[in-house]
Structures are given as C-alpha cells and as structure tokens.
C-alpha cells in the first residue's frame, strides 16, 4: 500500500514538473488599448470577441513568450498605463 502511494506521488509530482514549463510559455501581448498600454495573455481576437474591447479600442504593439520580456517591451513605450505614444 505505502508503495503504491509512493509511486502515485512520483508521478503527479513528475506531471506537474514536466507540465510547468509549457504553462509558462504563453505567449504575452503589449497592446494599446483605450489610448494606454496593456499586457495580456489573450490574443486581440479573444479580447475583441469577448467584449472586453472593441476592435476600435485596441491595437498589438508587440508580442513576447515571457512576461518578463513584455513587460520590457512595454517599458520601452512607457511602461503599463503608460499613455500611448
């Protein structure tokens, strides 16, 4: 029985491990949206089509596979809530 458990452990443990990296490699996207800048993990048709914004309202800037990196390239335009250049 404590070896069964045992090996249960060691492979969820193992799934999580293995699954955190393609978790964390979602794309990020600097946008422009009601005139000041904003990163998100959805992509402007999933902003748009949800009723978030209106396809008016947002523009992408820049796309990044880190939120380090977006945040980088927001910083660059300003930083986040930063008015739009």
Same mark, same amino acid.
């Given at each position: ?37 904003? !990163? ?17 309202? !947002? ?27």
């Amino acid at each position: 029985m404590k070896i069964s458990a045992f090996i249960c452990a060691i492979a969820l443990f193992g799934t999580l491990f293995t699954a955190a990296p393609s978790m964390a490699s979602s794309d990020h996207y600097v946008y422009c949206a009601r005139g000041k800048i904003i !990163i998100d993990t959805r992509n402007i048709a999933q902003l748009t089509g949800s009723g978030v914004y209106k396809s008016t309202e !947002i523009k992408e800037l820049s796309r990044a596979s880190d939120r380090g990196m977006a945040e980088l390239m927001a910083r660059s335009r300003g930083g986040v809530g930063a008015q739009c250049k």
